[in-house]
């Protein structure tokens, strides 16, 4: 007899992504349409979100809403309007290339905001919402959050300093709720490189010296995010996802 957790899927959830009109997110939105969640796509422009949306299958299972994720009001007033949300995926996220010497306290203040407050105030928002929500569903859902850090939270690099600042930051955020929150699990992703926007700019894979010679793609961190929203015993795992990069 096929095991239950052979035969879990997505299906009848819904998944609520920041950053989801390109790179990680969106690829984590087709995943997740995929195996039969419906998504909530969030970002910060309006335009981008539709754009990102036509690119998806399965439209009927698709909303879009624009999300400031620096913002408590703007998640104030997004919770509320997507009541079946039942795992969030805080992938909104800005980089860094400069030495600290040389980056301005906006810049500072913008990727604190936008990666650490931002991934905050959505668990925040979230959690008050299941709260409240919780006394009034039977069985339980499976609540769940997704934290996108990085590997750059756990390992130093010339030139991203604030960035990885924010990023071990949610590495600490993501372990103390996975303690603190009952009936939530919490985990969090560690890429290395991946191909998208982000690394447009980043050195050769050969140059980086990855073990698997090469950068990952989105679709591989959906499927690490598919894994820890399905699997019901993953609360806290901080999952490596970098070709190896750590073990170098
Ligand atoms: N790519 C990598 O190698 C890598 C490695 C480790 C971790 N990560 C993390 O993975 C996540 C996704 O990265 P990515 O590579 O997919 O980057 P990306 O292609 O640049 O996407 C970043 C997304 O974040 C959104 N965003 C930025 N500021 C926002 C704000 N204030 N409110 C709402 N949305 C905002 C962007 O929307 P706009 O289009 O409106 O700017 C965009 O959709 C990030 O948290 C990143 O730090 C990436």
Redesign the pocket.
Known sequence: MASKLFQSTLRGRTAAI????????LAIAERFLHEGSSVVL????AQ?LKVAASQLPHDDRIREHV????LEQSWADAIPLFPDVDILIN?????QRSLLVRTSEDEIRDILD??LV?TILGCRAVARHWLKSKRRREPLPDYCIIN?????GVRGCAGTSV?SAS?AGIIGLTTSLAAEFRGTRVNAI??????????NDADKPQKMKIPVAR?GT?DE?ADAAAFLAKNKYANNCILNLDGGLSAT
Not at 148 to 152: A, E, H, M, P, R
């Open positions: 920041t950053g989801a009109s390109g790179g990680i997110g969030l970002g910060r422009d981008k999300l400031d994720v620096r992938c909104a996220g800005i980089s936008t990666n931002g996108l850090s990085s590997l750059l960035y990023k560690l890429p290395g490189y991946i191909d998208t926007a982000m690394t950068f989105p961190v």
